[in-house]
Every structure is written in structure tokens, then in C-alpha cells.
């Protein structure tokens, strides 16, 4: 399996931005389609993000849609969540995670990261 490391979660007031970044190691990056999910306080992790392995595909939730941006780099074997706008309720714990499949369901995807918190103030 690929192993993942996120990073660049943090404590931002309502409005601000945030780059997340993950990378990965142990197996082919390029090979991977990857995603991001989150998890609140309280409530299931839910689906983010996901890009396709040459990055011509990308999902997003309505709820982040034109807010968040998905990105990667094969080169540096790096996949990225821009966060704009951010609002309280996106404060989670961020989960980055790989799979061979495309898709927005927690099953299309075989491998997770261990989380970064972002916490968004009002």
C-alpha cells in the first residue's frame, strides 16, 4: 500500500485560506487516484475531493464546490487541497486518501492518510 502524510492543517479565522498537502510514498503516486475527505466533531467523514491519476477529472462536494481547489503533482508525488472562503463548518480532521478506482465513496479508496486538523474561528 502507499502511505500518506498530510500536513498544513491549522487554526484560521472565517474567510481565510489553507493549503493542505499530502504525500506519498512506498508505491507508484502517479498510479493512484486520489481524495480527501473530512471528519467533524460528532458526524461521519465525508466525501471532499478526488482527482484522477493525470489530473483531467476532479469532484468536489456541493458543499465546498468553487471554494476548494484539488490538485497534484506526480513529480513530487504530492496532492494538494486549496481552501478558500473558509467557513466554521469546515473545521474537521482532513483525510487524504488513495485508491484505484475514481470515485466520492469512502470504499473507492484503499489507503488513508492519519489526518490534519483544520479549525476555522468566526
Known amino acids: 500500500q502507499v502511505q500518506l502524510v498530510e500536513s498544513g492543517g491549522g487554526l484560521v479565522q472565517a474567510g481565510g485560506s489553507l493549503r493542505l498537502s499530502c504525500a506519498a510514498s512506498g508505491r507508484t503516486f502517479s498510479n493512484y487516484y486520489m481524495g480527501w475527505f473530512r471528519q467533524a466533531p460528532g458526524k461521519e467523514r465525508e466525501f471532499v475531493s478526488s ?7 476532479t469532484y468536489y462536494a456541493d458543499s465546498v464546490k468553487g471554494r476548494f481547489t484539488i490538485s497534484r503533482d506526480n513529480a513530487k508525488n504530492t496532492v494538494y487541497l486549496q481552501m478558500n472562503s473558509l467557513k466554521p463548518e469546515d473545521t474537521a480532521v482532513y483525510y487524504c486518501a488513495a485508491g484505484f478506482r475514481g470515485g466520492v465513496l469512502q470504499a473507492d479508496f484503499g489507503s488513508w492518510g492519519q489526518g490534519t486538523q483544520v479549525t476555522v474561528s468566526s
Open 51 to 57: 482527482i484522477s491519476r493525470s489530473e483531467s477529472i
